[in-house]
């Protein structure tokens, strides 16, 4: 069950709404995707290809561990009403984001380095992370769940110790504390 939908569904206009602006973020992400395979595609792999699958990849493990490491974390009975703070979770507070913006900047990279039409139809792949972050860091992702752990978690000083300290989504190996000696 998706608690965010609790208060749509009593009202159809806004139900509605929240399913159309899913649609549109579905389409808007998969734009590289339909660009790449709306064309035949005769250029040879280079470097930008390259840098695109090791940046998917890269992407790919980092949602896939945050997501096993949190999933595993809630499966054990002792985290009840606990936060993650763990594995890929101890560099940033919501890397899966990070994990699935890169794999869509990493697509319309790819894109892009297939782009050698004059028009350039292809660059328009970018509106896909774009897009997708902009959802991520200001719509539906981070601050939902900034808000929901403040209300569950604000009350402690190791929560907010945690906010206060960890990246929120790029990871970072440094506290923030640390990054501001450093500077």
Known sequence: ?????????????SFLGAWTLQATWVVLTQLPVLLLNNRDDTSPLGALD???????LSGFAIEFSADLQKFTFRCDPENKDRFITSGV????RH??????????SAMALAASAAANQPD???HW???SPFFTAFLLLKISGVPMVEKAGLEKWGSDPT???????TSCVVPSFR?????????
Do not use: Q
């Not at 890397?95 to 869509?104: A, L, R, V």
């Not at 506290?175 to 500077?183: A, L, P, Q, V, W």
């Open 95 to 104: 890397p899966n984001y990070f994990g699935e913006i890169c794999m869509w």
């Open 175 to 183: 506290t923030k504390s640390e990054m501001k000696m450093i500077n």
């Open 1 to 13: 069950k998706d608690s965010r939908f609790d208060g749509l569904i009593t009202n159809w206009l």
């Open 125 to 127: 792949a970018w509106v």
């Open 50 to 56: 390259t840098v695109a699958f090791v940046l998917w």
């Open 89 to 92: 979770w101890a560099w940033s």
């Open 120 to 122: 350039g139809r292809l």
């Open 159 to 165: 929560y907010l110790h945690y906010i206060k300290e």
